[in-house]
């Protein structure tokens, strides 16, 4: 079945940094993706979706300065935390769908950020 | 705007009972409608899936859910639950944006099994 790659599964970063987080479609071309925040013991927030090649379509509220996304290709996306601080300390899961939104939607099994 | 609500945040459930999980969905057209489950720490799998056809959609695990378009439900059942259904479960819609349609989730179900 359709697998999506996403790493790191955990990270821990000084305040001030960036940190990127790759998410891979590994037996189909994903054309949009789809990254998501969670914090403890809650939902899943949409973030941001983006089809490969185009600029990523934010959420109301979601800083686009902030939380980069790059849809380069149709295998690779990445969420790129700018200038980390600890209240971006969360879980960031990602999704993808292929052309046609074929294989659904497949989520990648997260990264637990933490930023001290 | 579209949404789901998931009215138990937790629920207990002996091992071997059944077990059935709330959704209800707000959307304007047919939806697409999703039923996911998540150990702590990691990711989401799809337990099942609704987009038309039979009402009553048979998932993995020993799983099911039926989709009631008059309450704006798709509760999620199982016969006889394992210790090992305990877990986060997510309801989520399929909902259009200029983007594409991304899945909004509702807030989870806390599954606990005692034995």
């Known amino acids: 079945g359709a697998v999506v790659s996403q790493h790191p599964s955990r990270v821990i970063c000084k305040s001030g940094t960036s940190v990127k987080i790759e998410c891979r479609s590994l037996d189909f071309q994903a054309t949009t993706m789809f990254w998501y925040r969670q914090f403890p013991k809650q939902s899943l927030m949409l973030m941001a979706t983006?089809?490969?090649?185009?600029?990523?379509?934010?959420e109301q509220g979601v800083e686009k300065d902030k939380f980069l996304i790059n849809h380069a290709s149709l295998t690779l996306s990445t969420l790129t935390v700018t200038s980390a601080h600890p209240e971006d300390s969360s879980f960031y899961i990602c999704s993808a769908r292929g052309p046609g939104g074929g294989y659904g939607y497949t989520f990648g099994s997260g990264t637990r950020l933490t930023v001290v | 705007a579209q949404s789901v609500t998931q009215p138990d945040i937790h629920i207990t459930v002996s091992e071997g009972a059944s077990l059935e999980l709330r959704c209800n969905y707000s959307y304007g057209a047919t939806p697409y409608l999703f039923w996911y489950v998540q150990s702590p720490g990691q990711g989401l799998q799809l337990l099942l899936k609704y987009f038309s056809g039979d009402t009553l959609v048979q998932g993995i695990k020993g799983f099911e859910a039926e989709f009631k378009r008059s309450q704006s439900s798709f509760n999620l059942r199982k016969p006889s639950v394992h210790w090992s259904d305990a877990a986060e479960y997510f309801c989520a819609v399929g909902a259009f944006n200029q983007a594409g349609t991304a899945l909004i989730f509702g807030k989870g179900t806390t599954l606990s099994v005692s034995s």
């Open positions: 983006s089809n490969e090649g185009s600029k990523a379509t934010y």
